[in-house]
T-cell receptor, first 115, second 111 residues
Framework: EAAVTQSPRNKVTVTGGNVTLSCRQT?????MYWYRQDTGHGLRLIHY???????QIGDVPDGYKATRTTQEDFFLLLELASPSQTSLYFC??????????????FGPGTRLTVL | QQKVQQSPESLIVPEGAMTSLNCTFS??????FAWYRQHSGKAPKALMS????GEKEEGRFTIHLNKASLHFSLHIRDSQPSDSALYLC???????????FGSGTQLTVMP
């Protein structure tokens, strides 16, 4: 089964602080995604990437940057954190190639609190 | 862009009951329709998927897709307390490798 790990698992920061969330997948998947999950909103896509150096904008990108440094590693950056970014963040990966590969594999999540 | 809506928001059923969860979408050109299950404090995990109109059964779970009515559903036969979770429907955003998720149905199965 696909393995996706995230760090840190919990993070508390203050308004205006800098935060980097990390994600690593070890299954050679080409697509990686960052979501935020808030009660009543399901999973909302922030950014995604189809390979090292590539970045695509998702549905809720404001206030977030992302960078894909390698096939395995995808980072989410909050450079001026705000309380509205308090949320549960999930990273996911998928192996695009045919329609059977739409399935996404999720990491365990990072709970971020911005005070 | 694809719009996805789920109903109901929450559902409480007794053990052994049949449970039905619903999802509507706006773009019939999508090719992948799936249900993900998320137990409390855990990551979402794919439960079942379907690509074309009709039904697909796996054990106690059945997924039904009707593209003409822009609707798909998940039915759980003989619901168990271990089925208690947040259920998220997901639809491929046509022409991309994005999934659009619904806001979820919180299912509680009472022993």
């Amino acid at each position: 089964e696909a393995a996706v790990t995230q760090s840190p698992r919990n993070k508390v920061t203050v308004t205006g602080g800098n935060v980097t969330l990390s994600c690593r997948q070890t299954n050679s998947h080409n697509y990686m995604y960052w979501y935020r999950q808030d009660t009543g909103h399901g999973l909302r896509l922030i950014h995604y990437s189809y390979g090292a150096g590539n970045l695509q904008i998702g549905d809720v990108p404001d206030g977030y940057k992302a960078t894909r440094t390698t096939q395995e590693d995808f980072f989410l950056l909050l450079e001026l954190a705000s309380p509205s970014q308090t949320s549960l963040y999930f990273c996911a990966s998928s192996d695009a190639g045919d329609r059977a590969s739409y399935e996404q594999y999720f990491g365990p999540g990072t709970r971020l609190t911005v005070l | 862009q694809q719009k996805v809506q789920q109903s109901p928001e929450s559902l409480i059923v007794p053990e052994g009951a049949m449970t039905s969860l619903n999802c509507t979408f706006s773009d019939s050109a999508s090719q992948y329709f799936a249900w993900y299950r998320q137990h409390s404090g855990k990551a979402p995990k794919a439960l079942m998927s379907i690509f074309s109109n009709g039904e697909k059964e796996e054990g106690r779970f059945t997924i039904h897709l009707n593209k003409a009515s822009l609707h798909f559903s998940l039915h759980i036969r003989d619901s168990q307390p271990s089925d208690s979770a947040l259920y998220l429907c997901a639809v491929e955003s046509s022409g991309s490798w994005q999934l659009i998720f619904g806001s979820g149905t919180q299912l509680t199965v009472m022993p």
